[in-house]
């Protein structure tokens, strides 16, 4: 069967049965010698909850010092400020994610889960906002840090130069890729959620996903590199600039989240089964 092939139960089957009927028919076979299990299934659900639930309360704390650093301290807006959106719209992201957990089959094996879970409304919900809104939330976190870094060394050639290529190229990607997040994964005329996630234009944006995963890399690792050389040329004392570096060397965590993410974006790719699994650590590492 083809990569880019629904890989569930036939699409004109599910529009055509009554939607009592969904609760008991599983989204998926089981592999040989593995038997469902509808009552106590493994799950990734915990998991997703812990990484989340800990990203909110870093987020809201992290936009409460910048927002009233902004309104009480500061009382000016700069460009780098649309970080304060991202995140909040990042935020969204996440919670959207759990509420496909809990309502929904995300985290759990396909076999283990029954239709009425996999396309109810909150995993409906779920893959469709979550796909249009991670995208152009990256976009946004990674060209407010390139504008940040502007504003702090770019006295210094080499940084002035780096964030003009890198954050040009890097907008353009992201609202090329944006664009085709909403054009792809919206529903089109007549369309319902179900249909669209059914459709060939929802299951062809997952081409995306690798590409995605690889430049979404390759800029985090840029950022975490970009600010090392001005820092460490900054004239105070050692030990303050090392306490410096190890600030800006908490970016470490975000790239090395990115190549986690490239990794499980790749094996979904190659082995497109058992998505309500396998997807939920693509999201949580994205």
Same mark, same amino acid.
């Given at each position: 069967?083809?990569?880019?092939?629904?890989?569930?139960?036939?699409?004109?089957?599910?529009?055509?049965?009554?939607?009592?009927?969904?609760?008991?028919?599983?989204?998926?076979?089981?592999?040989?010698?593995?038997?469902?299990?509808?009552?106590?299934?493994?799950?990734?659900?915990?998991?997703?909850?812990?990484?989340?639930?800990?990203?909110?309360?870093?987020?809201?704390?992290?936009?409460?010092?910048?927002?009233?650093?902004?309104?009480?301290?500061?009382?000016?807006?700069?460009?780098?400020?649309?970080?304060?959106?991202?995140?909040?719209?990042?935020?969204?992201?996440?919670?959207?994610?759990?509420?496909?957990?809990?309502?929904?089959?995300?985290?759990?094996?396909?076999?283990?889960?029954?239709?009425?879970?996999?396309?109810?409304?909150?995993?409906?919900?779920?893959?469709? %906002?979550?796909? @249009?809104?991670? +995208?152009?939330? /990256? #976009?946004? $976190?990674?060209?407010?840090?390139?504008?940040? =870094?502007?504003?702090?060394?770019?006295?210094?050639?080499?940084?002035?130069?780096?964030?003009?290529?890198?954050?040009?190229?890097?907008?353009?990607?992201?609202?090329?890729?944006?664009?085709?997040?909403?054009?792809?994964?919206?529903?089109?005329?007549?369309?319902?959620?179900?249909?669209?996630?059914?459709?060939?234009?929802?299951?062809?944006?997952?081409?995306?996903?690798?590409?995605?995963?690889?430049?979404?890399?390759?800029?985090?690792?840029?950022?975490?590199?970009?600010?090392?050389?001005?820092?460490?040329?900054?004239?105070?004392?050692?030990?303050?600039?090392?306490? %410096?570096?190890? @600030?800006?060397? +908490?970016?470490? /965590? #975000?790239? $090395?989240?990115?190549?986690?993410?490239?990794? =499980?974006?790749?094996?979904?790719?190659?082995?497109?089964?058992?998505?309500?699994?396998?997807?939920?650590?693509?999201?949580?590492?994205?």
């Amino acid at each position: 069967m083809s990569k880019d092939v629904y890989q569930g139960p036939s699409p004109d089957l599910l529009k055509s049965l009554p939607p009592e009927a969904y609760a008991t028919i599983p989204f998926a076979l089981p592999p040989l010698r593995v038997e469902a299990n509808f009552n106590n299934p493994p799950t990734r659900v915990p998991v997703i909850f812990g990484v989340s639930f800990t990203y909110l309360a870093i987020t809201t704390f992290c936009l409460g010092i910048r927002a009233y650093t902004k309104v009480a301290i500061a009382k000016k807006w700069r460009w780098d400020d649309t970080l304060i959106f991202a995140l909040l719209h990042s935020a969204s992201n996440r919670r959207l994610l759990c509420e496909g957990c809990i309502h929904g089959a995300a985290g759990r094996h396909g076999w283990d889960a029954h239709l009425d879970k996999v396309i109810s409304h909150a995993s409906l919900i779920q893959s469709y %906002v979550t796909t @249009i809104m991670a +995208t152009p939330a /990256l #976009g946004l $976190i990674k060209i407010s840090l390139f504008i940040q =870094y502007y504003y702090l060394f770019g006295v210094m050639p080499y940084v002035r130069v780096t964030v003009f290529i890198a954050a040009t190229l890097t907008a353009v990607f992201y609202v090329s890729m944006s664009i085709t997040a909403f054009v792809l994964n919206g529903p089109w005329p007549g369309e319902s959620l179900l249909d669209m996630i059914l459709s060939w234009h929802y299951l062809k944006f997952a081409e995306f996903s690798i590409p995605l995963g690889v430049i979404g890399m390759l800029v985090d690792w840029t950022l975490l590199i970009l600010p090392m050389p001005a820092v460490w040329g900054l004239a105070i004392s050692r030990k303050r600039r090392l306490g %410096v570096m190890l @600030i800006f060397m +908490t970016g470490t /965590l #975000g790239a $090395i989240a990115s190549v986690v993410s490239l990794y =499980y974006r790749v094996q979904l790719q190659n082995e497109p089964t058992d998505t309500t699994w396998k997807v939920g650590y693509v999201l949580l590492w994205s």
